[in-house]
């Protein structure tokens, strides 16, 4: 088996370490025995983790997980703003860096450094107090359906390539008002190119079509599922999980990646201010960077776990690829521009 040893070329803050005190300089105990407590986890609607990895930590700990789901990122670090003086749950999962800024600047998390975050890669981690842990990461990207692309036509290799006539009416993408691959995508493009703002409009003018979600376009207008055009917004881990559900099954991954045009998401965990079960939630972030839960996450998933000791599938080794150059933007600057890129997308794309 093959060890995830990856080299990332992401622009991050190296994590320092961090005391266990809260805003208010009052000491929060993560040391305490939470066996026989149950530790309330908030995720967004996407999470899935295997029932034996709960009853693994429940084993190891004595401490019951309740899970919460609160709609996509969005809403749930919306949702948890609102109830950060009573919070409905101890442990967030899935905030990530499209987010992570709005969640940091209304102070939902208190500082945890885990034990086990020396042994995650150094470039995921992006809050230098560790108010929240990288979990997973993966790449929003680009895919095309290799046999459904225009007759003689090669693959795209740039993201400049979209806009060509030869890929007229081929590419579907999500709305970055809706969907958080179709933020990421927008992302990618601001950073990306040399003028997003004429790149959408030439996407336009190339018959870009634009779905509400990422179901609605892969398994809609995609080719994977019967649709017409050959391009799709999705993921650099795609074409595993088309070998793996394939049926009949096939060898070779039908999907390809145009590695160019990819956005690194990172998810994090943190222990949401307010926790009544300090203890557990500190518990439950440690497991969350052990072996036994980062190698269920690719095929649950179908992201790459954060820890860099973690073996991979065999699927993900032989059909995954990463990004060596994905493109990132500070957390900062995403909270800060986010509302007025999608409002200026609305306008070039949809009026």
């Keep these: 088996m093959k060890k995830l040893f990856l080299s990332f070329v992401i622009v991050g803050l190296v994590a320092a370490a961090c005391g266990d005190d809260n805003d208010d300089g009052d000491a929060i105990d993560f040391r305490g025995d939470p066996s ?85 890669f150094d470039n995921l981690k992006l809050d230098d107090n560790n108010r929240v842990t990288p979990i997973s990461f993966g790449d929003v990207c680009v895919n095309y359906w290799i046999d459904a692309l225009p007759t003689g036509t090669a693959a795209p290799s740039t993201l400049e390539d979209l806009t060509d006539e030869r890929f007229a009416g081929q590419f579907v993408v999500q709305s970055p008002e809706t969907s958080s691959p179709g933020l990421a995508f927008l992302l990618a493009t601001i950073t990306g190119t040399d003028d997003w703002e004429q790149y959408w409009a030439d996407l336009v003018a190339n018959d870009v079509s634009v779905t509400a979600g990422w179901e609605d376009a892969y398994y809609g207008e995609f080719t994977a599922g019967g649709g017409e055009r050959s391009i799709v917004v999705s993921y650099a881990s795609s074409p595993p999980a088309e070998v793996i559900f394939a049926d009949p099954p096939v060898d070779t991954a039908p999907t390809g990646v145009l590695l160019d045009s990819c956005f690194r998401q990172i998810e994090f965990a943190g222990v949401l201010a307010g926790t009544e079960n300090a203890a ?57 521009n986010r509302d007025a890129w999608v409002d200026r997308w609305v306008e070039i794309v949809l009026s």
Excluded: C
């Design 36 to 120: 026989g407590t149950t530790v309330r986890l908030v995720t967004h609607d996407s999470f899935s983790i295997s029932d034996a990895v709960w009853e693994a930590f429940t084993a190891e700990t004595g401490v019951t997980v309740e899970l919460l789901s609160s709609g996509d990122a969005g809403e749930m670090v919306s949702q948890a703003i609102l109830t950060k003086d009573a919070p409905v749950a101890d442990v967030m999962f899935g905030i990530d860096n499209t987010f992570l800024q709005r969640g940091l600047d209304n102070d939902i998390f208190v500082p945890y450094e885990s034990p086990n975050l020396d042994g995650v």
């Design 280 to 336: 557990g939630a500190a518990a439950l972030i440690d497991f969350m960077l052990t072996n036994t839960y980062q190698e269920d996450v690719p095929l649950t998933m179908f992201v790459f776990p954060a820890s860099q000791s973690a073996t991979l599938p065999p699927e993900f080794v032989e059909h995954a690829e990463v990004a060596a150059n994905p493109q990132i933007i500070d957390p900062a600057e995403i909270e800060a």
